[in-house]
């Protein structure tokens, strides 16, 4: 019986993953499909009663469902329970479905395909403190990223997941603008870069020299914030890889396989309009 998966959100029809995961089953010859699939948050749990139903193999979800699925499924891993919010849901032989983060490893992996795994010492500036932020933090920690600070608008939810972490340190945008020079790795963690609106979340003046610069949103594929770090002379790492790995490891939970991501970053890249 052919495999099937999909990718639940509201909005969907910018998502790349099924263009992403057909590149992979054509590669790898999976006979299985992938489609994106509308679900507003009044009709999520008729959603997924439906798609077990209809034999799905497994899923993606993405915003605004990460957090809300949760009560929908029966089992989740440990990543997804610190998080409290899950990405991928597999169906297990049993019909149970269990739920996975993969966001924050996937960030760590592509972090670590660009700059390589020597760089865990140095000081790293989270910026945001959001879903997003809270299951990159974890990954971080638990790849041996221990000097991390956390900087946020409002610095009591910074500072929730610094004691959640149990280690690091929390401070406000101001703050981490004006201590900037002491940062090896800045990571972007908001969606902010995704409108027109966005506005730099302080001033990269004192940016340090050789400062490692990423950011999760993908597209548009340079942000405003890496283009300012570029100018300083940073070394960038966009949202592509975060993207790809974290489709990747959601790939390997389904069908015990590793999907070429090389290729697909360099795919994605290029239609973005980068080299």
């Not at 009560?71 to 989740?76: A, G, H, N, V």
Request: contains cysteine.
């Amino acid at each position: 019986m052919k495999k099937w998966f999909a990718v639940i959100g509201d909005p969907i029809h910018h998502s790349k993953s099924p263009e992403m995961h057909h590149f992979w089953y054509d590669d790898l010859q999976e006979d299985a499909a992938y489609v994106p699939i509308h679900v507003t948050p009044d009709t999520l749990e008729q959603a997924v009663t439906s798609m077990k139903v209809l034999g799905i193999s497994g899923w993606n979800v993405t915003i605004p469902h990460k957090e809300a699925i949760i009560p929908f499924l029966d089992e989740l891993d440990e990543q997804a329970k610190h998080m409290g919010a899950v990405n991928t849901v597999v169906r297990q032989a049993d019909g149970t479905l269990k739920g996975y983060n993969t966001d924050g490893l996937g960030f760590v992996r592509s972090l670590e395909e660009a700059v390589g795994t020597n760089e865990k010492n140095r000081a790293l500036l989270l910026i945001g403190a959001g879903g997003a932020a809270r299951g990159i933090a974890f990954a971080l920690v638990a790849s041996g990223y221990t000097n991390i600070t956390i900087a946020n608008r409002t610095v009591e939810k910074a500072q929730a997941i610094i004691q959640e972490l149990g280690v690091g340190q929390a401070c406000s945008l101001v703050e981490a603008g004006e201590q900037l020079a002491q940062y090896g790795i800045l990571v972007q963690t908001t969606s902010a870069g995704l409108n027109d609106a966005f506005s730099m979340p302080f001033s990269l003046d004192h940016l340090a020299a050789h400062a490692i610069v990423a950011d999760i949103v993908y597209n548009p594929l340079m942000t405003p914030f890496l283009e300012a770090a570029q100018q300083k002379g940073a070394t960038i790492v966009t949202g592509v890889g975060m993207f790809v790995h974290q489709g990747a490891i959601a790939y390997e939970h389904w069908l015990q396989k590793t999907p070429n991501t090389n290729a697909m970053i360099a795919r994605i890249t290029q239609q973005l309009g980068g080299n």
